[in-house]
């Protein structure tokens, strides 16, 4: 069995970045997931890097807040939502949607790759969203045990994404889970709640943590 090492999360520059290079295979992630470090690609010249950002952002579910206007969308909501059905659809849809200010997505072949074999060994997970047969929104991230990351999320029809994060978020309150690694907090990830943390905290909150639970018992 491999011995994978990461630099102290303490040594890393201003922006969080701690490492530079290796591999995706799945017991690289696991290591750096358990250390409070995930991938990142920066550029096509370091197309690999791994980050543990200060502050980092997470999802206290205890402090769940819904807008006026997503629970009026709720009373009314056409959409039906399902758990690990099209995983490589949602993370390849993921991969098109590119950001504010963003010529490129971070999602790359090499990153889909990796999840996909986190995804098989049931150390990630997918939330779809559909419009009948349609799939207009979702979202993946990595469950290990207990813990439990939302990576990224894409949408093609309003509220669909934040359906597919509310969703989640019921589905990991009633499985006893606290909170939701968001690693940045978005306008959506504000806008339930989010907030961020130190990174000490962050890595206290993350000791804390199962990582034996199978995700069949969350998903």
Not at 128 to 148: H, K, Q, R, T
Request: charged share 25%; hydrophobic share 35%; aromatic share 14%.
């Amino acid at each position: 069995m491999r011995r994978i090492v990461f630099p102290p999360v303490e040594t890393a520059t201003e922006d969080g970045l701690v490492a530079i290079g290796g591999d995706l295979e799945v017991d690289t992630l696991i290591t750096a997931y358990q250390q409070g470090i995930f991938p990142w690609p920066i550029s096509l010249e370091h197309p690999l890097a791994w980050f543990s950002p200060n502050p980092r952002g997470i999802l206290e579910l205890s402090e769940l807040h819904l807008s006026k206007s997503f629970s009026k969308f709720l009373k009314k909501n056409p959409y039906q939502v399902t758990f690990n059905q099209s995983f490589s659809e949602v993370i390849n849809q993921c991969a098109q949607t590119y950001r504010k200010d963003q010529h490129s997505t971070w999602i790359t072949p090499y990153i889909i790759e990796g999840y996909e074999k986190l995804f098989k060994q049931e150390l990630a997970y997918s939330v779809e969203v559909w419009e009948d047969s349609e799939l207009i929104a979702g979202l993946y991230g990595v469950c290990m045990g207990d813990f439990v990351s939302g990576e990224s999320m894409f949408t093609k029809e309003d509220n669909a994404s934040k359906y597919a994060l509310y969703s989640l978020i019921l589905r990991l309150k009633d499985k006893g889970i606290h909170w939701l690694d968001t690693q940045m907090v978005t306008p959506v990830v504000e806008g339930f709640g989010g907030k961020y943390i130190s990174r000490p905290e962050f890595l206290q909150m993350l000791s804390k943590k199962d990582w034996t639970r199978k995700r069949s018992e969350i998903f």
